[in-house]
C-alpha cells in the first residue's frame, strides 16, 4: 500500500497568512493526488485534482503543485473560512490511501 | 443539483448487518465510479470500496474484504454497501463520492454522511 505522509498535523495561523501544506507519498503516484477540505461536522469537499488543478467552484487562493513524491497545498491568504482540516489523497492505485490530515486552527 | 444522498445507518450489535444506500441526482449516475469512505469519531479519514459505473468492477480495502459487498443499481440511480459481521472497529460516518469516468480517478462530489454504530 502506499502511504501518504502529511505534514503538518496542525498549525496556527493569522487571517491574511500564505499557509502550506505537505503530503509525501511512498513511491510514485504521478500526479494521481487530491486534497480535500473538511469543516467540524460537514463532509469533506474536493478541492483539487490532479495535483494542480482546482474543483469547479474552488477559489484561486488555493493552489497545489508537485515536485516527485512531495506534493503542496498552498492557501495564499487565509480567511475565516478556511479554518478546516484538510487531507491529501493519492488514486495512484488502490488502496486509495488519505494522508493522517492538517488541522487549520485560529491564531 | 449534483447530489449524494446517504441512509440507513443505526446502531447494530457486534456481529449484525447493515445496509447502506446511496441516492445519487443531477448527474448520469450510470458514467460515474463510486466510493464508500468513512471516518471513526475523531480520526481522519478511510477509503473502504469502489464499484466500477458498470459494476465490472470493484476493490476493497483489507480491513473489511469479505465482510464488506459494494453494490450499485443504475436504473434507481444507487449505491449500496452490504456490511456484515460487524465490529466495533467499524464504527464511522460512511460518505459515498463518485469519480466520472474510469478506475483511477480523483472523487468529484461526497455526500452528507451516514453514522453506523457498532455496540452491545
Known amino acids: 500500500d502506499i502511504q501518504m505522509t502529511q505534514s503538518p498535523s496542525s498549525l496556527s495561523a493569522s487571517v491574511g497568512d500564505r499557509v502550506t501544506i505537505t503530503c509525501r507519498a511512498s513511491q510514485g503516484i504521478s500526479n494521481y493526488l487530491a486534497w480535500f477540505q473538511q469543516k467540524p461536522g460537514k463532509a469533506p469537499k474536493s478541492l483539487i485534482y490532479?495535483?494542480?488543478s482546482l474543483q469547479s467552484g474552488v477559489p484561486s487562493k488555493f493552489s497545489g503543485s508537485r515536485s516527485g513524491t512531495d506534493f503542496t497545498l498552498t492557501i495564499s491568504s487565509l480567511q475565516p473560512e478556511d479554518f478546516a482540516t484538510y487531507y491529501c489523497q493519492q488514486y495512484n492505485s488502490y488502496p486509495l490511501t488519505f494522508g493522517g490530515g492538517t488541522k487549520v486552527e485560529i491564531k | 443539483q449534483v447530489q449524494l444522498v446517504e441512509s440507513g445507518g443505526g446502531v447494530v450489535q457486534p456481529g449484525g448487518s447493515l445496509r447502506l444506500s446511496c441516492a445519487a441526482s443531477g448527474f448520469i449516475f450510470s458514467t460515474y465510479g463510486m466510493h464508500w469512505v468513512r471516518q471513526a469519531p475523531g480520526k481522519g479519514l478511510e477509503w473502504v470500496t469502489f464499484?466500477?459505473?458498470?459494476?465490472?468492477?470493484?476493490y476493497y480495502a483489507d480491513s473489511v474484504r469479505g465482510r464488506f459487498t459494494i453494490s450499485r443499481d443504475n436504473s434507481k440511480n444507487t449505491l449500496y454497501l452490504q456490511m456484515n459481521s460487524l465490529r466495533a472497529e467499524d464504527t464511522a460516518v460512511y460518505y459515498c463520492?463518485?469519480?466520472?469516468?474510469?478506475?483511477?480517478?480523483?472523487?468529484?462530489?461526497w455526500g452528507q454522511g451516514t453514522m453506523v454504530t457498532v455496540s452491545s
Open positions: 490532479a495535483a494542480s
Open positions: 464499484i466500477r459505473y458498470d459494476g465490472s468492477s470493484k
Open positions: 463520492a463518485n469519480g466520472e469516468g474510469g478506475d483511477y480517478v480523483a472523487f468529484d462530489i
